[in-house]
């Protein structure tokens, strides 16, 4: 178990690696440069500019002093936010968009796993098609598509929830823009959760959990449930990197101070440090959260052995 | 679907003791239902799924169920299914022949902006309030037909989705079916791969690629779409196909090609690939609305389809800037694209059903 963590953590760092390269590679080819805009910049000032950011040294000097700020997790300075370092900007975005996407994932997890036990349990009943066909609607509408017009039934026109804007952690502000991230995994939870249970349910082991006499509830909530939730485990790791994706969306409707609308702004404004920084950051939390999942499958599922 | 079990021919058989009391030897299994005609000779066994006629007797035929008609029947049988392709059938047909039929009718196109009355309408109405069929859908800020934009933002979705999903096919199909043939470390090494890959947040790296490459022009930025979204949409084709060649590439034929020098590549693409095509095709279709979603995803962001172009997701990012004056910009876009989806991703889970029965889940 121990040497499982350590390898894949050994792993992981030439992967973050990779990806931030390929990401500074990108910035690097593509034409212009941050500070070519509309206004042209004298020489001199150019001169003095590539000096300040260190651009007149050859590119792998370049390179390298990247994979370094990277390797001792110091992103360096903002090139707009000026006077902002990358870390900071990275602590204070970083707590709305992981309040976010944690209460979305839960929700979904909640509704997913209750909605997908209950399809499987009245399977091809009424409710089973109906769960299932809502499910397919929750995949297939998108987010900024059902968050608009959440907006618009329940704050523009009944007046109950806040549009828009962050309003800290218990605030009412919360309830749409978790709806709308979480909806897709609900589905897509809902869906894994069903297919997981009615080939769980069909299993000899529950059939001998009926024989003895065990309630109905203790059979679907003590042994049905742990095998039939395997799927949705291991879905937990892809899910969580279109989650991130899904925050920037429903940052941008919700117009919250998040990582992904830092994100969006830094493309625009081509700031490498922060671009770099948050893509490096996403990356090493993604990957770490694949490992805790397939940890956490080694206890769900003991037949998994590292 | 017990009907679509193949008849079993010996059933009265099954329901004689296997020995008689007074020990005479039970009767030869009848081998075909009541009413068939059974020729003696001349007789070809059809086969499931493959063979598509047989000859019996003098040049009569009878037709076999191949495996396409078979799936294509019960496809037929899903009603889900029937309406999603009912649904796709008909908005490609209205994305096709739509716009040169708006521009007949109202002689509006998707980027024609009036001289006068730049402002946005709700729908049915005329400038001065009444009543008018010019604009069914409404008019965007710039007093373009939100319809026409609509047709047109099919088109591209739907091209973007299509093309987006060739080139996954082939990058998936090439990867998957090379990485199982091979198998051994090599096919540890690159499924290695596809499992980091699929875990890595890819969608980050496309936005900075199209945020410094895009907005050269509106074919190119279309081209790296397609690129881009192909290319990072292959992952699970890969490891379909992979999966099938597994199973595959022990079997005869693979065999007698070895045996008579055929060489790897053209094993692999030649013999193996041919064979896996039903769960490639049933994969595609599903593909395809992820592709566009991830599309619309990029255009909503404002790096994806760039004006006068639309698409889904561009004028869903158009809509919701004014969602609490003009809602009708962004729920008609919005809900036709969300039933385009809808319907493929039902058509996607019946092709499923019908063409893979192992493949459903339960």
Not at chain 1, 25 to 43: C, D, H, Q, S, V
Not at chain 1, 101 to 125: C, D, E, P, R
Not at chain 2, 244 to 261: C, D
Not at chain 2, 300 to 313: E, H, I, K, R
Request: hydrophobic share 50%; net charge positive.
């Amino acid at each position: 178990m121990f040497g499982f963590i350590l390898r894949r953590l050994i792993v992981t760092i030439p992967m973050v690696i990779i990806v931030v390269s390929l990401t500074w590679g990108l910035i690097r080819l593509a034409p212009g440069n941050f500070y070519t805009g509309e206004k042209k910049i004298p020489p001199a000032i150019e001169k003095n500019l590539r000096e300040k950011y260190g651009l007149d040294k050859p590119w792998y000097v370049q390179y390298g002093k990247m994979v370094w700020n990277i390797v001792r997790l110091d992103f360096g300075t903002s090139l707009k936010y000026e006077g902002q370092s990358v870390n900071s900007i990275l602590a204070r975005t970083l707590p709305v968009s992981a309040t976010l996407g944690f209460l979305a994932y839960l929700l979904a997890l909640f509704v997913g796993v209750t909605a997908g036990t209950i399809a499987a349990l009245k399977q091809n009943s009424r409710l089973d098609y109906s769960s299932m066909a809502l499910a397919m609607l929750g995949i297939s509408l998108p987010n900024f598509v059902l968050g608009p017009i959440l907006v618009l039934i329940f704050s523009l026109t009944l007046y109950w929830l806040p549009p828009t804007r962050w309003g800290g952690f218990p605030s009412l502000n919360l309830i749409l823009p978790v709806i709308t991230l979480s909806a897709v995994y609900m589905a897509y939870i809902a869906r894994l959760t069903r297919s997981g249970m009615l080939e769980v349910l069909r299993a000899d082991y529950i059939r001998t959990a009926r024989a003895k006499g065990l309630s109905e509830k203790a059979v679907v909530l003590r042994h049905a449930l742990r095998g039939g939730l395997m799927p949705v485990v291991s879905y937990t790791g892809p899910a969580l990197a279109f989650l991130i994706a899904g925050t920037v969306v429903v940052e941008r409707i919700f117009v919250y101070p998040g990582l992904g609308t830092y994100f969006l702004n830094a493309c625009l404004n081509r700031d490498e440090p922060l671009i770099i920084g948050i893509v490096a950051f996403i990356s090493i939390s993604v990957l770490i959260f694949n490992l805790l999942v397939d940890i956490a499958y080694g206890f769900i599922d003991p037949r998994i052995r590292y | 679907m017990n009907e679509d079990k193949p008849d079993i021919i010996d059933e009265p058989a099954r329901t004689q003791p296997a020995f008689d009391t007074l020990g005479t030897p039970p009767k030869a299994p009848i081998r075909a239902r009541e009413g068939d005609t059974i020729h003696p000779t001349h007789e070809l066994i059809v086969g499931e799924g493959d063979v598509r006629t047989a000859e019996r007797g003098e040049g009569e035929f009878i037709a076999g169920t191949s495996l396409w008609k078979d799936a294509w029947k019960r496809l037929l049988k899903n009603k889900l299914a029937v309406f999603g392709m009912i649904v796709v059938a008909i908005i490609i047909l209205v994305s096709l022949i739509g716009p040169p039929i708006v521009k007949a009718a109202t002689g509006y196109t998707y980027d024609y902006i009036p001289s006068e009355n730049q402002k946005s309408y709700p729908p049915f109405t005329a400038p001065d309030g009444s009543f008018s069929w010019t604009h069914p859908m409404g008019t965007d800020n710039a007093g373009r037909d939100i319809l026409a934009r609509v047709l047109l933002g099919g088109r591209i979705s739907l091209m973007v989705g299509i093309i987006s999903t060739i080139v996954s096919l082939i990058i998936g199909v090439s990867y998957g079916a090379t990485a199982g043939f091979l198998g051994g470390k090599v096919d540890d090494l690159m499924m290695r791969i596809v499992d980091v890959l699929y875990s890595l947040p890819y969608l980050i790296v496309v936005v900075v690629l199209l945020a410094f490459f895009g907005g050269q022009s509106a074919l190119s930025q279309l081209f790296l779409l397609f690129v881009a979204l192909g290319a990072v949409s292959w992952l699970t084709m890969a490891r379909i196909v992979r999966g099938q060649v597994i199973s595959l590439k022990n079997q005869e034929f693979v065999m007698a090609a070895r045996a008579t020098g055929v060489s790897n590549s053209k094993i692999i693409f030649r013999h193996l690939v041919p064979n896996t095509l039903g769960p490639v095709i049933v994969y595609a279709t599903l593909t395809i609305p992820q592709v566009m979603l991830t599309e619309a995803f990029l255009s909503f962001l404002g790096f994806g389809v760039q004006a006068p172009l639309a698409s889904w997701g561009s004028l869903a990012n158009d809509g919701v800037q004014n969602i609490a004056i003009f809602p009708w910009q962004l729920i008609f876009p919005g809900v036709t694209m969300a039933l385009a989806l809808f319907s493929m991703n039902f058509l996607g889970d019946g092709l499923r059903d019908a063409l893979d029965p192992q493949m459903r889940k339960v």
